[in-house]
Structures are given as C-alpha cells and as structure tokens.
C-alpha cells in the first residue's frame, strides 16, 4: 500500500491542503481518502486522487461552502459551472455589502470633522403612501426590539426603499425618488411612519410629489401643503438585504383566491408555540416536481412551514401571487406580477 500510495502529508503537500484540512473533509465526507489502515487508522490516498484534492485547495481558498464543494466534486459539468456561478454571485454581494459599509464608515469619521449634510428627496406622494402601505404589516407597533420598531427608508441610486420586519417576517416595497443629497438610511419609529401616512392621505389620486428631508437626527415629510417632523430612531436596523439575497429551486404561481382556498381545505394544523409566547396555527407550502425551476438540484418535493396567519396578512388583497421557496429552513418569498417592486419574506417555523 505504502508504495502504490500517498501518504496524508505527501498528499497534503502535493494538493496544497494542509494535513488538518483533508482530515477535516474527510470527517464531513466531502472527500475521503482511497484506504484506511484498519489498525492505525492512518488514510492513504491514491494518485488519481490529487486533481480532485488541488480542487479542492482552491475551492477552500474562495471560501465554497461545503455543500457546494460537495457538488462540484461530485455533479455534473453543467451543475459545478452553475455552483461556481452561484458562489461568485455571493461574493460580489459581500464585496458590494463591503464597499457599503466602509463608504458609512468614512462618512461618520467625515461627521466628526464636518457637518452631515441633508439628504433631500422628492417622491411621487401616491406611490410613497403605496409603499408604506404594503410594508406596514410588518413592523412592530411597540419598541420590545429597538431596533426593528419603525420603518426602514435605504435611498440610493435614484430608489428609495422601505423595510420593515419583526424577526418573523420581513417587507420589502420600492419608490422612485429624485435625490439631493448623499445616500441615506433612517429608522422611522412606526408612530412616525403612520404619522407620515396619515399626512399623505388624499394623494392617492393625484401626481402630487412629497418632500423627505432626512439629516443626523429629524425626518421631514412635506406633501399637499403640509408637514410632518420628528425624531428617527437611535438604532442600526439589521442586515436587510442578505436577507433578501435567495437562490430560488421551487415557484409557485397561483390566485390569492387559490391560495385561500388551500389553506381552507387543509384547515388549522397543529398549533405551535411562537418564541414571544404565543400560540399562532401553522400551515405547510408545498411545491412538487412541476414547480422546480431550470437547473434545481433540490428534491422533488419541497415543504417550507409557515405561520397561517402572517402569509395570509402578506398576501392582503393581492389578486395574483408568486410563492418562492428555497428550503425547508430558509425564508418563503412571497412576489405579485402586478407589483414588482414589493415583496415579503416569512421566516420558517416548525410544525
């Protein structure tokens, strides 16, 4: 065997893996050695072995996860090229999400020396007065997490978007903005954010624009003569957007009516405790072969578990919806063809 075979240290300086690596790969069994010794336990790894173990060292070093390099070593052609595209995608997003981060970190060290600038914004009001409609729902109405009590305005790029969650769900809902000013982000307490709509009301049937005025401390809403100030929220509202980044495997295109309709005939299912104490009725999505899109490795048939009554307030009076699924653990989307720039994520539950 010695002769015919490596060694873990020859295979470990051959292949660029260090000794603990591929004893490390070998335990999650992504890439286990061609022989035993069935008396010192000691691994042996044949030649044919190191093109796959230099692979390896390479998808280590651009940090694949290990269930992507578990696919790559093992899939196809076409479904390694589509985990390499996958994983790069996430990396220009952390590389994106990095960038976005530092540019906050020189404007506060800026802060220290020169005054914030404002940011002004000017909004189309019926549009602005949609939007936080449609993220409402999800915001807590009282401040037992800080940093989620509100809503959520992120401007860049010409688009003003506003997020809402309460760790259980999250939404999502866009609005064209005309900026002046640098980028900017503000939690608004959700008292404010009614506060705001509630000033918006009768725009909805005219092309009526508002004013956000957004500085170090204070909101302004301005819009059909009126104006509206307050304090926003001493806080960092969390990492929205990773959350929002999903690889889809399941679609589900049906009415509002159909849906409702599902959950009739299923009726109540087990009631199970949420973590803030309260009982609330689960039901489960299902998506089958017929709904797996182009290129899905995922099984055939895929159940996502969610609070009944959170998907139903997140379809609200939708006529046509779009149910994404991802996993058995990770968020359900919920999307609508007629409204493209608002959507919502429910966090799984347990049945």
């Known amino acids: ?11 470990a300086r051959a292949s660029g893996l260090s000794v603990s690596a591929l004893r490390f790969y070998d335990g999650a069994g992504v890439f286990a050695p061609a022989a035993v010794d069935p008396h010192t336990g000691y691994r042996w790894y044949a030649n044919e072995q190191l093109p796959d173990a230099r692979l ?9 996860p290990l269930a992507g390099i578990t696919r790559i070593l093992t899939g196809t052609p076409a479904e390694a090229r589509a985990e390499l595209d996958a994983h790069l995608r996430r990396l220009e997003d952390g590389l994106s999400d990095a960038r976005r981060e530092l540019s906050t970190v020189r404007a506060l060290l800026d802060s220290r020396e020169f005054p914030v600038p404002q940011t002004r914004l000017t909004v189309p009001a019926a549009r602005l007065a949609a939007a936080l409609d449609a ?6 109405s009282d401040a037992a997490v800080p940093a989620v009590a509100g809503i959520f305005l992120d401007v860049e790029d010409g688009v003003l978007h506003l997020v809402a ?7 999502v809902a ?3 903005a005309a900026l002046d000013g640098p980028a900017a982000s503000a939690l608004l307490p959700t008292a404010l954010a009614d506060a705001a709509r509630a000033l918006l009301t009768g725009t909805a049937e005219t092309e009526a624009e508002a004013e956000l005025v957004i500085d170090e ?17 001493d806080h960092d509202f969390p990492d929205y957007r990773r959350l929002v980044r999903l690889e889809p495997t399941h679609r589900l295109t049906l009415s509002a009516d ?3 309709s599902m959950l009739a005939a299923t009726g109540e299912s087990t009631v199970t405790r949420s973590q803030d104490g309260v009982d609330f009725p689960v039901t489960a999505v299902t998506a089958t072969a017929a709904d797996a899109l182009p290129g899905s490795t995922a099984p055939a048939e895929l159940l996502v578990h969610v609070n009944r009554d959170f998907l139903l307030e997140a379809v609200g009076g939708a006529d046509q919806l779009i149910l994404e699924l991802t996993g058995p653990i990770a968020p359900l989307a919920i999307r609508f063809p007629s409204r493209e720039d608002t959507f ?5 539950t347990r049945r």
Do not use: H, K, W
């Open 165 to 171: 969650t309460d760790r259980y769900r999250l939404a």
């Open 56 to 64: 390896l060292a390479r998808l280590r070093r651009v940090g694949m």
């Open 174 to 176: 866009d609005c064209p």
């Open 1 to 11: 065997m010695e002769n015919s075979m490596l060694s873990i240290g020859e295979t």
């Open 135 to 140: 993220v409402r729902f999800a915001a807590p």
């Open 217 to 233: 401390a204070q909101f302004t809403i301005r819009a059909a003569g009126r104006e509206l100030s307050g304090e926003r929220a």
């Open 258 to 260: 159909q849906l409702r």
């Open 344 to 348: 919502s994520l429910l966090m799984p």
